[in-house]
T-cell receptor
Framework: AQSVTQLGSHVSVSEGALVLLRCNYS??????LFWYVQYPNQGLQLLLK??????LVKGINGFEAEFKKSETSFHLTKPSAHMSDAAEYFC???????????FGTGTRLTIIP | ETGVTQTPRHLVMGMTNKKSLKCEQH?????MYWYKQSAKKPLELMFV???????ENNSVPSRFSPECPNSSHLFLHLHTLQPEDSALYLC???????????????FGEGSWLTVV
């Protein structure tokens, strides 16, 4: 069975500072990994996904994530935070050949002016 | 306009009411999903449909009854719900069962349900 752990349910960073949101996964087969963002009162929007191609994945809005198999991690980063980045971020894993997507509990990102 | 549209966006219902949530996807996908999002809990997959056939029921109580008349429409019929069923219900769709690099799951904006 697969699972996802997001360390830190709340993260606060200053505007212009580095954003780092952590995600660790467990999967018995090579996984597909996703980051979704949810802005207030909206559904989930795909930020980026890893599908066994390049380990460093670039997404929308300047975000990127690096797949590290040895660490079973897929942390999300952005070099410089904007106020508009304030949202909840979800990491998700789906084992190859399986349609079931398992989500983490989410990390709420707050940007300090 | 998003590719996945959900109505209503907000619904308040009593425990004895019968109501339905509707989802429509305009992406040409053949798999559709219902997820439940409660505060401080991970998103919970409820149902999966692929080519109109239910392929997964994640031990959901029978007071939730899904219906998928075609690959573009998905309903969630609600009957005799409990206050703890209050949550955001998210519909999603994807290209299909076979996982490939294109099989991203796309979400609607959700239906906020309050059971009183």
């Amino acid at each position: 069975a697969q699972s996802v752990t997001q360390l830190g349910s709340h993260v606060s960073v200053s505007e212009g500072a580095l954003v780092l949101l952590r995600c660790n996964y467990s999967s018995s087969v090579p996984p597909y990994l996703f980051w979704y963002v949810q802005y207030p009162n909206q559904g989930l929007q795909l930020l980026l996904k890893y599908t066994s191609a390049a380990t460093l994945v670039k997404g929308i809005n300047g975000f990127e994530a690096e797949f590290k198999k040895s660490e079973t991690s897929f942390h999300l980063t952005k070099p410089s935070a904007h106020m508009s980045d304030a949202a909840e971020y979800f990491c998700a894993v789906r084992p190859g050949g399986n349609e079931k997507l398992t989500f983490g509990t989410g990390t709420r990102l707050t940007i300090i002016p | 306009e998003t590719g996945v549209t959900q109505t209503p966006r907000h619904l308040v219902m009593g425990m004895t009411n019968k109501k339905s949530l509707k989802c429509e996807q305009h992406l040409g996908h053949n798999a559709m999903y219902w997820y439940k999002q409660s505060a401080k809990k991970p998103l919970e997959l409820m149902f999966v449909y692929n080519f109109k056939e239910q392929t997964e029921n994640n031990s959901v109580p029978s007071r939730f009854s899904p219906e998928c008349p075609n690959s573009s429409h998905l309903f969630l019929h609600l009957h005799t719900l409990q206050p703890e069923d209050s949550a955001l219900y998210l519909c999603a769709s994807s290209q299909g069962r076979t996982v490939s690099s294109g099989n991203t799951i796309y979400f609607g904006e959700g239906s906020w349900l309050t059971v009183v």
